[in-house]
């Protein structure tokens, strides 16, 4: 069984930056898929990136993409969201989760079968 904490959340003005982070309790197999996702009032779930626990690859949203990154940090459990050049339309409540298929490198949130429990991020204009 594996727990997700996620914290880092807060307010920002458009143009700042947040970092979030997930720790992990439990075992974490290299090659799990860790996932970031995020949803705002009135909207569906949406994938804003992954990252392979091993490090070997990540991917990103489209909307995202050059604007945050992940990181994981494997002695300290943890997975990192650095998201820089935030906008109004990055407001959701963000939430990790882990693949339930070790080797899935997909963006379907039904996919992921681990969730924390999620930290608001709310962008300013």
């Known amino acids: 069984q594996v727990q997700l904490v996620e914290s880092g959340g807060g307010l920002v003005q458009a143009g700042g930056s947040l970092r979030l982070s997930c720790a992990a309790s439990?075992?974490?197999?290299?090659?799990?898929?860790m996932g970031w996702f995020r949803q705002a009032p009135g909207k569906e779930r949406e994938f804003v990136g992954a990252?392979?626990?091993?490090?070997?690859?990540?991917y990103y949203a489209d909307s995202v993409k050059g604007r945050f990154t992940i990181s994981r940090d494997n002695a300290k459990n943890t997975m990192y969201l650095q998201m820089n050049s935030l906008k109004p339309e990055d407001t959701a409540v963000y939430s990790c989760?882990?693949?339930?298929?070790?080797?899935?490198?997909?963006?379907?949130?039904?996919?992921?079968?681990?969730w924390g429990q999620g930290t608001q991020v709310t962008v300013s204009s």
């Open positions: 439990g075992r974490i197999f290299s090659s799990v898929t």
């Open positions: 990252i392979v626990w091993s490090g070997a690859s990540d």
């Open positions: 989760a882990i693949s339930a298929n070790l080797f899935y490198r997909g963006r379907d949130a039904s996919a992921f079968r681990y």
